[in-house]
């Protein structure tokens, strides 16, 4: 009963229950000025009660006043349709052969014109039919591993996806492809990118800014972006996403030094302190950088334990020692700061940290600058804290950090491991040295100046 | 060709109007409403478009012919006026309230009843010219009508509220490129659709006079271009036809009249085609490249054409003779509707056909043996010749064998474009139903009760009303006033008035022939504020200035913008004087021109007065001056007697 009347509420429901009224039935109503013919659409939980959906014959919605109406009468009923295209997604012979992993989001779809709801295309055959040039790039296989939303995403997710990635390693494919929503996109290529011991090919994270039912979608193109990148010689897990507004190239970024900069611009994702790997355009790759690992042929092992009890603090005015305390009465094992400047917190929770670091809790500082490095030694607050034991990140960005201590902690308990693990470069996630144009690069005007 | 029975074709007219409203700023973002003409944009932005899948699995039809067209879309923006919500990288923001009061009056003005809570709308545009592939629209206004002149209601079937679409520009002339400002993009526009109640080419356009001057008497744009007008025109056994771009009222009887005409002719054919028991699908017979045979003919462009390797086809079509050469309307025959269509869709420009006097292109009786020979073209047939590239005749051909097969069926309905001699082209299929699903951005918006009335209670009286009102009040002719609403002065006409009740001519001279005539001679006339004029006529009323000063008051401010009219008054020292002070500056006149007055006598008041306006001009009316300077003359003229 819910279902047949979804979305309305009180009197309206009341009406039309009384009328024998159902979603996508045809209606005719009147009004004291007006008659209106069209199919009842089902509604929004948290629009306002008291009216009733039209979808009209011209195809606009709208929304009739309860009280306005003088007479309401059903005349028909209209399915919604749908039907899974036949097509197969094309096999060519020597083409590398790629499996696209799901969690989720969306990189495909299908139009409800009825509700302006997205179906998500996700089958090889759905894909090959909203990008036909995905097959002229290689041959694919889907599996979807688990179905959220990005912003629901936790550490047993990727200990999920960091298993079935070490899976298709170690068989015959030469690539993987990760759809994901861009929200946490980053805290996912991180995890995956300490986890996953000795990769042997290519894992490509890909989404999309602005949704695939929509022309403008910049979803086709990362998928043809990424799908090239997941065909190539980089055995790394990066982020291939739109590198600008227009619909030019993606840029390659690095698991680790990567993060969404933008609620909504195309080109949200960064590389932070470095430039990006490289670029692909029109289904060539041309790299910036040198320092990545090759296709290899070692065996891909998933090292996927995780402590979940590590917290992740924004150092801000007016932060308290009972903030700190809380995590430590909690049990949590670490704790990452956001911190202020060249790696800050307050004097004033001194107090709090003795106690943490007392209690072998890990105290991890790094900046909300997001740029740069910690420089603990500058200033008197950073040398005290790293007398009291604090870790200097170095240019680890916040969630990086928050990322590599739970899988550090997932890997030893002993407290000098941990820290010892912590300070080593494992996969990418520290830099020597940052070079000048690392902080606001502009890859346009690089390109223009060919200086990379 | 121009008395037909309208009542006996069964004439249906529609109108739908496009008007851009006067916000201070867009429909879903804060960016300002103002179009940036000829300025160079700051940068430029690159994007695609792509088809996207339907509930079933496949593409709209529409959509990827748009598609297959292969264009790169270029958009062309500014920093400041603009921002990230044009560009398609930001959601947008909340519906212009100003916007939307402005488009509920319209809607109560046409007596329509305002749709209470309304759903944004998302309509493709494939074509580029909105950055995120849709327009968003929704339905604010059902089911009114408008009334002309002899108490016919036509009725109003829709109002909608949307965004305008970015303009083309044509910066570069550049093949499969389609350029797009983004100045225009988001500015609130509504779409008035009348019902197809209109059953006569004269009524439509007085109907299209009514709307216009209704949306004009409200808070919409009233430049150039802010409104846009299209005809829905069908007959009897006709078809629906959209007529775009319709740029000046009386254009619309014409056009009208000519796509009767063209419309009755098709079905006439089709008649013809019928009575002769021909087959559709046999229609197209020998389809022939005929570059080699024709190689050596006396049609100098043709032989020209083949030599530089184009291509030479010809193609029979049989049971065509004399349809080609059929006129459907003025200067307009079947033969131009086939090849108008073969350009638009393939670019391919020129096509001949038999009916033609191929002697004037210089073909040669012994050409066009061989043609007839080669396609074996009978008496009964037509043949059609076509020279360009393989390509282009691959397309073209399709075309023309589509286009032939129609005329079996009467009327192909299509989107038509209106030219200036009354006559159409081919703009593009017309598409069945737009493509229009709800916008899952945006929160439904609700029109309150307690607006609605507020609006209601402050409803101007109907422009044509205020026009027989006016008129008479003012002893002008209506179409005065009417022109006074057209240029968008009715309002500060209504204003100044209030500043200065006492010659309501001048205010009108003012805003229509003195702006034409200023305007005409390269003024910036747009620099006068409705604040400058206000404050013109209040000096006028405190007869600080004399009423030829509004003039140059007027010059003065259009050439200096950054000026007040109170430093343009100064600037100009038209201090007004006192009749003291006039009284000696007309004695310093007489005493320097003494030797002028005792030969001339009262000749000499001409250059007198001239000198004296030299002195006085803007400061003191020049009626009084001219009576003052005639009693001095009269008075000295005694002494010397
Ligand atoms: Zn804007």
């Known amino acids: 009963m819910t279902e047949k009347l979804k979305g309305y509420k009180k009197e309206t429901k009341t009406l039309l229950n009384n009328k024998n009224i159902g979603i996508w039935d045809i209606l005719k109503v009147k009004t004291d000025k007006a008659a209106y013919q069209g199919i009842l659409l089902p509604r929004n939980e948290y629009s306002e009660s008291g009216f009733i959906e039209l979808k009209l014959k011209n195809n606009y919605n709208v929304g009739i006043k309860l009280e306005e109406i003088k007479d309401i009468e059903k005349i028909g009923k209209k399915e919604a349709k749908y039907k899974i295209p036949e097509k197969k997604f094309p096999k060519t012979k020597g083409f590398p052969e790629i499996t696209l992993l799901g969690t989720g989001g969306t990189v495909a779809s299908r139009l409800d014109y009825t509700t302006g709801a997205v179906i998500p295309a996700f089958t090889p055959g759905e894909l090959f039919s909203a990008v036909p040039e995905l097959a002229e790039v290689c041959n694919l296989e889907t599996i979807m591993v688990f179905e959220i939303l990005s912003e629901n995403m936790k550490p ?28 946490t996109m980053g805290f996912t290529s991180a995890a995956l990118s300490f986890m996953l011991k000795d990769l042997n090919i290519p894992v490509v994270f890909v989404g999309s800014q602005r949704s695939s039912d929509r022309p403008s979608s910049d979803a086709p193109m990362n998928l043809i972006n990424a799908a090239t990148v997941a065909t190539s010689n980089i055995a790394e897990v990066v982020i291939v996403m739109m590198g600008s507004s227009a619909h030019d190239y993606g840029l390659i970024h690095r698991g680790t030094l990567v993060r969404k900069m933008h609620t909504s611009y195309r080109n949200t994702f960064r590389t932070i302190d470095d430039i990006p790997l490289g670029m692909v355009k029109n289904r060539k790759i041309r790299m910036f950088k040198d320092n990545y690992n090759r296709r290899n042929d070692k065996k891909t092992i998933a090292l996927t334990d995780f402590e979940e009890k590590v917290a992740l603090i924004y150092s801000h005015v007016g932060l308290t020692n009972e903030e700190i305390d809380f995590y430590i009465d909690k049990g ?20 709090a940290l003795e106690r943490a670091l007392e209690e072998e809790i890990i105290v991890l500082m790094t900046s909300q600058t997001l740029h740069g490095f910690v420089g603990m030694n500058v200033y008197s607050t950073g040398r005290e804290l790293l007398n009291l034991g604090v870790i200097p990140g170095r240019n680890m960005i916040p969630e990086v950090a928050y990322v590599k201590l739970g899988w550090v902690l997932g890997q030893t308990s002993n407290f000098k491991e941990a820290k010892a693990l912590l300070t080593t470069n494992i996969a990418g996630e520290f830099i020597d040295r940052e070079i000048p144009i690392a902080y606001n690069y502009n890859i346009d005007q690089l390109l223009k100046n060919n200086k990379v | 060709m121009d008395e037909f029975d309208y009542k006996e074709l069964g004439l249906k007219c529609g109108l739908e109007i496009h008007q851009q409203l006067n916000s201070e700023t867009k429909l879903f973002c804060r960016c300002p409403n103002e179009l940036q003409g000829t300025r160079e944009p700051d940068f430029i932005l690159r994007r695609e478009m792509r088809p996207v899948l339907g509930e079933m699995g496949t593409y709209d039809k529409a959509m990827l012919t748009e598609y297959e067209k292969d264009l790169d879309i270029i958009y062309e923006c500014y920093n400041d006026v603009i921002c990230t919500y044009e560009i398609d990288e930001t959601p947008p923001f909340m519906c212009n309230i100003e916007a939307r009061k402005i488009a509920i009056k319209i809607g109560l003005l046409l007596n329509s009843n305002i749709i209470k809570e309304m759903h944004v ?22 089911d009114g009508y408008v009334e002309l002149e002899n108490g016919k209601k036509i009725g109003i079937d829709i109002l909608c509220l949307e965004e305008d679409a970015a303009r083309r520009t044509e910066t570069e002339k550049k093949e499969k490129t389609n350029f797009f400002r983004l100045d225009r993009l988001g500015i609130p526009l509504v779409e008035v659709t009348t019902k197809p109640d209109i059953n006569d080419p004269d009524e439509c356009r007085e109907c299209a006079e009514r709307l216009g001057l209704l949306l004009w008497s409200t808070n919409v744009k009233k430049v150039l271009g802010s409104i846009r007008q299209d005809i829905n025109v069908s007959i009897k056994k006709g078809t629906r036809i959209e007529i775009k771009g319709v740029q000046k009222l009386d254009w619309i009887p014409l056009l009208i009249n000519h796509e009767i005409s063209r419309q009755y002719n098709l079905i006439q054919i089709k008649e013809q085609l019928t009575q002769k028991d021909l087959n559709k699908q046999e229609s197209i017979g020998e389809i022939k490249d005929i570059s080699n045979q024709l190689k050596e003919t006396s049609c100098k462009f043709i032989a020209k054409g083949i030599k530089s390797g184009k291509k030479l086809y010809g193609l029979n079509i049989r049971g065509f003779n004399k349809i080609f050469g059929k006129e459907l309307m003025e200067n307009y025959r079947f033969g131009t509707e086939v090849s108008s269509k073969v350009k638009s869709i393939s670019g391919l420009k020129g096509l001949i056909h038999s009916d033609e006097n191929l002697k004037e292109y210089g073909f040669s009786e012994k050409d066009i043996g061989i043609i007839k020979n080669t396609l074996n073209v009978k008496k009964e047939d037509c043949f059609v010749l076509l020279l360009g590239k393989e390509t282009e005749i691959n397309k073209a051909l399709h075309v023309i064998e589509n286009r032939v097969k ?6 192909p309905p299509e989107t038509r474009k209106a030219l200036e001699n009354g006559n159409t082209e081919f703009l593009r299929e017309l598409h069945g139903g737009a493509r229009l699903y709800p916008d899952t951005d945006s929160q439904p918006i609700i029109n309150k009760d307690q607006e609605i009335q507020e609006i209601t209670t402050h409803l101007p009286d109907y422009p044509w009303k205020i ?57 910036q006339i747009e620099n006068i504020t409705d604040e400058d004029y206000i404050e013109i006529f209040s000096l006028l009323k405190s007869k600080e200035i004399g009423k030829e000063a509004v003039e140059d008051l007027m010059v003065g401010k259009a050439d200096n913008p950054e000026l007040t009219i109170e430093a343009i008054k100064d600037n100009l020292n038209l201090e007004s004087i006192s009749k003291d002070e006039l009284n000696d500056i007309i004695n310093s006149i007489i005493d320097k021109n003494f030797n002028l007055l005792k030969e001339q006598k009262m000749r000499a008041m001409g250059p007198l007065m001239g000198d004296a306006m030299k002195q006085v001009r803007g400061k003191i009316d020049g009626a009084i001056v001219s009576k003052a300077l005639k009693n001095a003359l009269l008075e000295k003229i005694k002494e010397l007697n």
């Not at chain 1, 949590?332 to 107090?351: M, P, Q």
């Not at chain 2, 001519?505 to 003024?523: C, F, M, N, Y």
């Open chain 2, 467 to 523: 026009i027989k009102k006016y008129s008479t009040k003012f002893e002008t002719e209506e179409r005065v006033i009417k022109e006074l609403i057209f240029s968008g002065y009715l309002e500060l006409f209504e204003t100044l008035l209030e500043y200065y009740p006492d010659n309501p001519t001048l205010i009108i001279t003012s805003l229509l022939e003195t702006a034409t005539a200023l305007r005409r001679d390269g003024k």
């Open chain 1, 156 to 183: 047993q997710y990727w200990q999920e996806l960091a298993d079935e990635v070490a899976k298709q390693a170690n068989s015959a494919k030469d690539g993987v492809m990760i759809a994901h929503g861009t929200d």
């Open chain 2, 121 to 142: 709308c998302r309509k493709n545009y494939l074509d580029g010219s909105v950055p995120c592939g849709f327009q968003r629209t929704m339905i604010l206004a059902k």
């Open chain 2, 406 to 411: 129609y005329a079996f069926e009467g009327v």
């Open chain 1, 332 to 351: 949590y094992k670490g704790i990452v700061f956001a911190g202020t400047g060249l790696g800050h917190v307050s004097t004033r929770i001194y107090d």
